[in-house]
């Protein structure tokens, strides 16, 4: 299997731009999550979705961010405006259903600069 | 106080040196796991324990549930260990939800 595969690996951006992360998680896995990691927070959850269903998005910092799931093989977090306040790594993980330990697959992550 | 804590913060060795990285949490685990973050790099999992000890390699992994504390130790360190090591569990509470630790910066010295 190919792994979490998230695009774009890179992102550079001007303030108040909309900016639309991608990620597939790997095939048969039931679980989404999206991420950020700052220098400031560490790694903070945002979203995760169970069956392509938001199950917690209580980590979502406002309503300029937005993520879904419209099938099994795909995801996108949305920012729109973005703000350089949003300048950060974001990883998407996924899961598998029948995981009694909750072991997640990280994606190698995309680094978004906002200008 | 945060519910998964990790000592040391920075951690710098010299090659060759043998390492530990602790983690004490506060909540019923289901599981606990070791992740390794190179810079610029992915999220690449080490271990993941519910009791006991693992080994992989050079790397050596104990969980104590009684004690809520697992350590991940390092033998024979080499600069290419340099990377952030973080501790997370997974609650028993139900939800699939990680809780992190801040992470152990680990810099080998050759």
């Known amino acids: 299997d190919a792994g979490v595969i998230q695009s774009p690996r890179h992102e550079v951006t001007e303030m108040g731009q909309e900016v639309t992360l991608r990620c597939k998680p790997i095939?048969?896995?039931?679980?989404l999550f999206w991420y950020r990691q700052t220098m400031m927070r560490g790694l903070e959850l945002l979203i995760y979705f169970n069956n392509n269903v938001p199950i917690d998005d209580s980590g979502m910092p406002e309503d300029r961010f937005s993520a879904k799931m419209p099938n099994a093989s795909f995801s996108t977090l949305k920012i729109q405006p973005s703000e350089p306040r949003d300048s950060a790594v974001y990883f998407c993980?996924?899961?598998?259903?029948?995981?009694?330990?909750?072991?997640?697959?990280f994606g190698p992550g995309t680094r978004l600069t906002v200008l | 106080k945060n519910e998964v804590e990790q000592s040391p913060q920075n951690l710098t060795a010299q090659e060759g040196e043998f390492i530990t990285i602790n983690c004490s949490y506060s909540?019923?685990?289901?599981?606990l796991h070791w992740l390794q973050q190179h810079p610029g790099g992915g999220i690449v999992s080490l271990f993941m324990?519910?009791?006991g000890k693992k080994k992989h390699g050079r790397l050596i992994a104990t969980i104590n549930i009684q004690e809520k504390h697992s350590s991940l130790h390092i033998t024979a360190s080499h600069p290419r260990d340099s990377a952030v090591y973080i501790c997370a569990v997974a609650p028993t509470s139900g939800t699939y939800k990680y809780i992190f630790g801040t992470g152990t910066r680990l810099k080998v010295l050759a």
């Open positions: 909540v019923g685990i289901s599981a």
């Open positions: 993980a996924s899961s598998p259903e029948d995981s009694s330990y909750n072991e997640q697959f």
């Open positions: 095939s048969g896995h039931d679980y």
């Open positions: 324990l519910s009791s």
